[in-house]
Protein backbone atom coordinates (compact mmCIF):
# COMPACT_ATOMS: atom_id res chain seq x y z
CA UNK A 1 0.00 0.00 0.00
CA UNK A 2 1.51 3.30 -1.10
CA UNK A 3 0.29 6.44 0.43
CA UNK A 4 -3.17 5.43 0.39
CA UNK A 5 -5.94 8.04 1.27
CA UNK A 6 -9.65 7.83 1.91
CA UNK A 7 -11.67 11.06 2.66
CA UNK A 8 -15.31 10.78 3.10
CA UNK A 9 -17.73 13.34 2.83
CA UNK A 10 -20.56 14.12 4.89
CA UNK A 11 -22.92 16.36 6.35
CA UNK A 12 -26.60 17.31 4.20
CA UNK A 13 -26.65 21.27 4.60
CA UNK A 14 -23.03 21.83 5.51
CA UNK A 15 -20.41 19.46 3.55
CA UNK A 16 -17.55 18.27 5.73
CA UNK A 17 -14.66 16.05 5.10
CA UNK A 18 -13.77 13.31 7.10
CA UNK A 19 -10.52 12.20 6.38
CA UNK A 20 -10.66 8.80 7.83
CA UNK A 21 -7.59 7.37 6.42
CA UNK A 22 -4.45 10.12 5.85
CA UNK A 23 -1.83 8.61 3.67
CA UNK A 24 -1.22 5.10 4.85
CA UNK A 25 1.85 2.56 3.55
CA UNK A 26 2.74 -0.29 4.33
CA UNK A 27 3.87 -4.08 2.91
CA UNK A 28 2.80 -7.23 3.95
CA UNK A 29 5.17 -9.86 3.19
CA UNK A 30 3.88 -13.58 1.90
CA UNK A 31 3.34 -15.53 5.29
CA UNK A 32 2.88 -13.22 7.81
CA UNK A 33 0.85 -11.20 9.52
CA UNK A 34 0.81 -7.70 10.18
CA UNK A 35 -1.71 -6.18 12.89
CA UNK A 36 -2.94 -3.25 12.96
CA UNK A 37 -4.16 -1.64 16.01
CA UNK A 38 -5.99 1.97 17.17
CA UNK A 39 -8.58 3.43 18.92
CA UNK A 40 -12.46 3.24 17.71
CA UNK A 41 -12.82 5.56 14.98
CA UNK A 42 -9.38 5.78 13.56
CA UNK A 43 -9.97 4.55 10.51
CA UNK A 44 -8.84 0.40 10.65
CA UNK A 45 -11.88 -0.71 8.96
CA UNK A 46 -11.84 1.69 6.10
CA UNK A 47 -8.54 1.05 5.44
CA UNK A 48 -9.36 -3.08 5.14
CA UNK A 49 -12.41 -2.08 2.68
CA UNK A 50 -10.00 0.13 0.76
CA UNK A 51 -7.01 -2.24 0.72
CA UNK A 52 -9.37 -4.84 -0.99
CA UNK A 53 -11.08 -2.54 -2.98
CA UNK A 54 -14.47 -2.95 -1.91
CA UNK A 55 -14.62 1.10 -1.67
CA UNK A 56 -12.29 3.14 -4.28
CA UNK A 57 -9.36 5.28 -2.29
CA UNK A 58 -8.90 8.84 -2.88
CA UNK A 59 -5.43 8.68 -3.23
CA UNK A 60 -2.80 6.85 -3.27
CA UNK A 61 -1.63 2.97 -4.70
CA UNK A 62 -2.18 -0.92 -4.24
CA UNK A 63 -0.03 -3.88 -5.16
CA UNK A 64 -0.84 -7.49 -4.74
CA UNK A 65 2.40 -9.45 -5.95
CA UNK A 66 3.99 -6.27 -7.25
CA UNK A 67 1.58 -5.42 -9.80
CA UNK A 68 -0.48 -2.29 -9.46
CA UNK A 69 -3.92 -2.94 -9.23
CA UNK A 70 -5.32 0.40 -7.75
CA UNK A 71 -7.05 0.89 -10.77
CA UNK A 72 -7.19 -2.70 -12.33
CA UNK A 73 -10.55 -3.87 -15.00
CA UNK A 74 -13.38 -5.85 -13.92
CA UNK A 75 -11.70 -9.07 -15.03
CA UNK A 76 -8.28 -9.01 -14.20
CA UNK A 77 -9.79 -7.79 -10.84
CA UNK A 78 -11.86 -10.86 -10.26
CA UNK A 79 -8.80 -13.06 -10.14
CA UNK A 80 -6.71 -10.93 -7.70
CA UNK A 81 -10.39 -10.57 -5.40
CA UNK A 82 -10.32 -14.47 -5.00
CA UNK A 83 -7.04 -14.42 -3.56
CA UNK A 84 -7.97 -11.72 -1.02
CA UNK A 85 -10.46 -12.00 1.21
CA UNK A 86 -11.96 -10.40 4.48
CA UNK A 87 -13.35 -12.07 7.64
CA UNK A 88 -15.45 -10.03 9.33
CA UNK A 89 -16.49 -9.06 13.18
CA UNK A 90 -19.94 -10.23 13.03
CA UNK A 91 -20.01 -13.47 11.33
CA UNK A 92 -23.84 -14.15 11.12
CA UNK A 93 -24.29 -11.59 8.26
CA UNK A 94 -21.43 -13.38 6.13
CA UNK A 95 -24.04 -16.16 6.12
CA UNK A 96 -27.20 -16.41 4.50
CA UNK A 97 -30.01 -17.55 7.73
CA UNK A 98 -31.88 -19.49 4.98
CA UNK A 99 -29.54 -21.69 3.65
CA UNK A 100 -28.00 -24.78 5.28
CA UNK A 101 -24.08 -24.32 5.81
CA UNK A 102 -23.37 -26.66 3.09
CA UNK A 103 -24.98 -24.66 0.33
CA UNK A 104 -23.44 -21.38 1.98
CA UNK A 105 -19.80 -23.27 1.86
CA UNK A 106 -19.97 -24.27 -1.21
CA UNK A 107 -21.58 -21.31 -2.95
CA UNK A 108 -18.51 -19.57 -3.77
CA UNK A 109 -16.85 -22.69 -5.09
CA UNK A 110 -19.53 -22.60 -7.44
CA UNK A 111 -19.48 -18.94 -8.89
CA UNK A 112 -15.57 -19.69 -9.32
CA UNK A 113 -16.38 -22.56 -10.95
CA UNK A 114 -14.07 -24.19 -8.75
CA UNK A 115 -15.58 -27.75 -8.66
CA UNK A 116 -16.29 -30.07 -11.80
CA UNK A 117 -19.62 -31.87 -10.32
CA UNK A 118 -21.39 -32.77 -7.15
CA UNK A 119 -19.36 -35.36 -5.46
CA UNK A 120 -16.22 -33.51 -5.74
CA UNK A 121 -18.19 -30.21 -4.16
CA UNK A 122 -19.10 -32.55 -1.45
CA UNK A 123 -16.13 -33.98 -0.69
CA UNK A 124 -14.64 -30.61 -1.05
CA UNK A 125 -16.95 -29.55 1.42
CA UNK A 126 -16.36 -32.11 3.65
CA UNK A 127 -12.57 -31.43 3.74
CA UNK A 128 -13.36 -27.85 4.41
CA UNK A 129 -15.30 -28.30 7.38
CA UNK A 130 -13.20 -30.90 9.00
CA UNK A 131 -10.33 -28.14 8.06
CA UNK A 132 -12.08 -25.64 10.63
CA UNK A 133 -12.31 -28.64 13.45
CA UNK A 134 -16.07 -28.61 12.77
CA UNK A 135 -17.97 -31.80 11.48
CA UNK A 136 -19.74 -33.57 8.57
CA UNK A 137 -23.13 -32.95 10.66
CA UNK A 138 -22.82 -29.45 10.92
CA UNK A 139 -22.92 -28.91 7.20
CA UNK A 140 -26.33 -29.71 7.36
CA UNK A 141 -27.75 -27.33 9.79
CA UNK A 142 -28.77 -23.66 9.46
CA UNK A 143 -26.40 -20.84 10.93
CA UNK A 144 -29.06 -20.39 14.07
CA UNK A 145 -28.34 -23.85 15.04
CA UNK A 146 -24.62 -22.89 15.20
CA UNK A 147 -22.78 -20.95 18.25
CA UNK A 148 -20.76 -17.96 17.22
CA UNK A 149 -17.24 -19.26 17.27
CA UNK A 150 -18.88 -22.53 14.60
CA UNK A 151 -20.24 -19.75 12.85
CA UNK A 152 -16.59 -17.78 12.24
CA UNK A 153 -15.30 -21.30 11.72
CA UNK A 154 -17.71 -21.51 8.51
CA UNK A 155 -16.92 -18.53 7.43
CA UNK A 156 -13.28 -18.95 7.53
CA UNK A 157 -13.74 -22.34 5.54
CA UNK A 158 -15.86 -20.74 3.06
CA UNK A 159 -13.04 -18.55 2.58
CA UNK A 160 -10.47 -21.07 2.57
CA UNK A 161 -12.23 -22.67 -0.23
CA UNK A 162 -11.25 -20.09 -2.79
CA UNK A 163 -7.66 -20.54 -1.86
CA UNK A 164 -6.98 -16.96 -0.67
CA UNK A 165 -3.25 -15.92 -0.48
CA UNK A 166 -4.54 -12.55 1.99
CA UNK A 167 -7.02 -12.52 4.70
CA UNK A 168 -7.90 -8.97 6.35
CA UNK A 169 -9.11 -10.46 9.23
CA UNK A 170 -11.29 -7.18 10.87
CA UNK A 171 -11.62 -7.78 14.63
CA UNK A 172 -12.49 -11.51 13.80
CA UNK A 173 -12.69 -12.81 17.63
CA UNK A 174 -13.83 -9.65 19.51
CA UNK A 175 -17.66 -10.74 19.74
CA UNK A 176 -16.49 -14.12 20.86
CA UNK A 177 -16.24 -15.47 24.26
CA UNK A 178 -12.56 -15.28 25.50
CA UNK A 179 -12.03 -19.17 25.78
CA UNK A 180 -12.81 -19.35 22.32
CA UNK A 181 -11.35 -16.26 21.20
CA UNK A 182 -8.08 -18.01 22.15
CA UNK A 183 -9.11 -21.46 19.85
CA UNK A 184 -10.17 -19.30 16.91
CA UNK A 185 -6.59 -16.81 16.82
CA UNK A 186 -4.90 -19.98 16.93
CA UNK A 187 -7.00 -22.01 14.20
CA UNK A 188 -6.19 -18.49 12.53
CA UNK A 189 -2.17 -19.21 13.19
CA UNK A 190 -2.65 -23.26 12.11
CA UNK A 191 -3.80 -22.15 8.96
CA UNK A 192 -1.36 -19.30 8.03
CA UNK A 193 0.83 -22.10 8.42
CA UNK A 194 -0.72 -24.84 6.32
CA UNK A 195 -1.16 -22.58 3.44
CA UNK A 196 1.36 -19.87 3.48
CA UNK A 197 -1.54 -17.03 3.93
CA UNK A 198 -0.60 -13.41 5.09
CA UNK A 199 -2.66 -11.65 7.00
CA UNK A 200 -3.89 -7.94 8.20
CA UNK A 201 -4.78 -8.41 11.23
CA UNK A 202 -7.16 -5.65 12.85
CA UNK A 203 -7.92 -5.27 16.13
CA UNK A 204 -7.94 -3.04 19.34
CA UNK A 205 -6.54 -5.19 21.27
CA UNK A 206 -2.67 -4.84 21.49
CA UNK A 207 -2.68 -8.37 23.18
CA UNK A 208 -4.47 -10.23 20.44
CA UNK A 209 -2.32 -8.31 17.78
CA UNK A 210 1.24 -9.55 19.69
CA UNK A 211 0.12 -12.77 19.82
CA UNK A 212 -1.40 -12.96 16.20
CA UNK A 213 1.54 -10.83 14.30
CA UNK A 214 5.07 -10.32 12.61
CA UNK A 215 4.78 -6.83 12.54
CA UNK A 216 2.62 -4.15 13.99
CA UNK A 217 1.37 -0.67 12.84
CA UNK A 218 -0.37 1.47 14.96
CA UNK A 219 -2.76 3.85 13.40
CA UNK A 220 -4.15 7.52 14.93
CA UNK A 221 -6.63 9.85 13.67
CA UNK A 222 -6.33 8.17 9.99
CA UNK A 223 -2.20 7.76 10.27
CA UNK A 224 0.15 5.17 10.91
CA UNK A 225 2.31 6.34 13.54
CA UNK A 226 4.56 4.04 14.27
CA UNK A 227 5.32 0.25 12.49
CA UNK A 228 7.84 -2.49 13.14
CA UNK A 229 8.11 -5.70 13.85
CA UNK A 230 6.11 -6.79 17.25
CA UNK A 231 7.96 -7.72 19.97
CA UNK A 232 9.99 -4.43 19.34
CA UNK A 233 7.21 -1.58 19.35
CA UNK A 234 5.79 -3.19 22.09
CA UNK A 235 8.78 -3.55 24.28
CA UNK A 236 10.19 -0.59 23.31
CA UNK A 237 7.42 1.60 21.73
CA UNK A 238 8.83 5.14 20.27
CA UNK A 239 5.92 7.02 19.21
CA UNK A 240 3.77 9.12 22.61
CA UNK A 241 0.32 7.08 21.23
CA UNK A 242 2.05 3.60 21.50
CA UNK A 243 3.43 3.97 24.51
CA UNK A 244 0.01 5.08 25.87
CA UNK A 245 -1.91 1.86 24.36
CA UNK A 246 1.15 -0.59 25.63
CA UNK A 247 1.07 1.33 29.11
CA UNK A 248 -2.33 0.79 29.29
CA UNK A 249 -1.90 -2.93 28.74
CA UNK A 250 0.95 -3.24 30.59
CA UNK A 251 1.71 -1.44 33.02
CA UNK A 252 -0.12 -0.66 36.74
CA UNK A 253 -3.01 2.12 36.38
CA UNK A 254 -0.85 4.11 38.53
CA UNK A 255 2.20 4.14 36.38
CA UNK A 256 0.33 5.25 33.23
CA UNK A 257 1.41 7.99 31.14
CA UNK A 258 0.36 11.86 32.64
CA UNK A 259 -1.78 12.40 29.00
CA UNK A 260 -3.60 9.15 29.47
CA UNK A 261 -5.66 11.28 31.96
CA UNK A 262 -7.48 13.34 29.12
CA UNK A 263 -10.24 10.44 28.69
CA UNK A 264 -11.81 12.00 25.55
CA UNK A 265 -8.81 12.48 23.27
CA UNK A 266 -11.40 13.81 20.72
CA UNK A 267 -12.89 16.56 22.61
CA UNK A 268 -8.86 17.53 23.34
CA UNK A 269 -8.28 16.94 19.82
CA UNK A 270 -11.03 19.49 18.37
CA UNK A 271 -10.22 21.87 21.28
CA UNK A 272 -6.86 22.19 20.80
CA UNK A 273 -6.83 22.43 16.66
CA UNK A 274 -4.49 19.45 16.77
CA UNK A 275 -5.06 16.47 14.89
CA UNK A 276 -2.39 14.96 16.42
CA UNK A 277 -3.15 16.30 20.12
CA UNK A 278 -1.78 14.80 22.82
CA UNK A 279 0.57 12.70 20.81
CA UNK A 280 2.30 15.20 18.41
CA UNK A 281 5.57 14.03 17.93
CA UNK A 282 6.67 17.72 17.06
CA UNK A 283 6.31 19.14 20.40
CA UNK A 284 8.53 16.29 21.77
CA UNK A 285 5.82 14.10 23.04
CA UNK A 286 3.18 16.68 24.65
CA UNK A 287 1.69 18.62 21.99
CA UNK A 288 2.76 22.43 22.25
CA UNK A 289 -1.40 23.14 21.62
CA UNK A 290 -2.63 21.66 24.99
CA UNK A 291 -5.91 22.83 25.87
CA UNK A 292 -7.25 23.24 29.16
CA UNK A 293 -8.29 19.83 30.57
CA UNK A 294 -11.12 21.57 32.19
CA UNK A 295 -12.67 23.34 29.35
CA UNK A 296 -12.20 19.68 27.54
CA UNK A 297 -14.36 18.62 30.24
CA UNK A 298 -16.75 21.35 29.81
CA UNK A 299 -17.05 21.39 26.13
CA UNK A 300 -17.50 17.15 26.11
CA UNK A 301 -20.32 17.04 24.15
CA UNK A 302 -20.12 19.90 22.28
CA UNK A 303 -17.29 18.57 20.67
CA UNK A 304 -17.88 15.35 20.12
CA UNK A 305 -20.74 16.74 18.69
CA UNK A 306 -19.07 18.97 16.18
CA UNK A 307 -16.63 15.91 15.23
N1 LIG B 1 -19.27 5.82 4.94
C1 LIG B 1 -18.78 6.76 5.73
N2 LIG B 1 -19.14 8.05 5.57
C2 LIG B 1 -18.62 9.02 6.36
N3 LIG B 1 -17.74 8.82 7.33
C3 LIG B 1 -17.33 7.55 7.55
C4 LIG B 1 -17.84 6.45 6.76
N4 LIG B 1 -17.26 5.31 7.21
C5 LIG B 1 -16.45 5.67 8.22
N5 LIG B 1 -16.48 7.00 8.42
C6 LIG B 1 -15.72 7.79 9.41
O1 LIG B 1 -14.35 7.51 9.19
C7 LIG B 1 -13.66 7.40 10.43
C8 LIG B 1 -12.99 6.05 10.54
O2 LIG B 1 -14.01 5.03 10.69
P1 LIG B 1 -13.66 3.47 10.78
O3 LIG B 1 -14.92 2.71 10.86
O4 LIG B 1 -12.73 3.13 9.68
O5 LIG B 1 -12.87 3.40 12.19
P2 LIG B 1 -12.37 2.13 13.01
O6 LIG B 1 -10.99 2.43 13.47
O7 LIG B 1 -12.55 0.89 12.20
O8 LIG B 1 -13.38 2.14 14.24
P3 LIG B 1 -13.94 0.87 15.08
O9 LIG B 1 -12.76 0.24 15.75
O10 LIG B 1 -14.89 1.53 16.05
O11 LIG B 1 -14.64 -0.03 14.10
C9 LIG B 1 -14.69 7.66 11.53
O12 LIG B 1 -14.61 9.01 11.90
C10 LIG B 1 -16.01 7.36 10.84
O13 LIG B 1 -17.05 8.13 11.42
Known sequence: MENLRKVFVTGVFRKRLVNAVDGVSFTISSGETLGLVGESGCGKSTLARVVLGLIPPSGGRIFFHGQEITEARAAELKKVRRKMQIIFQHPESALNPRMKIYDSLVEPMRIHRLVNNRREEKKKAEELIELVGLHKEHLDRYPHELSG???????????????????????????????????????????????????????????????????????????????????????????????????????????????????????????????????????????????????????????????
Not at 149 to 175: C, H, K, N, W, Y
Not at 264 to 273: C, T
Open 149 to 307: GQIQRVVLARILSLQPEFIVADEPTSMLDVSVQAQMLNLFKEIQKKFNISYLFISHDLEVVRWMSDWVAVMYAGSIVEIGPVEKVCENPRHPYTLTLVSAFYAPANNVSEFTKVTDFKAARHLSGCKFYPFCLEANSVCKKKPDLKEVEKNHFAACWHL
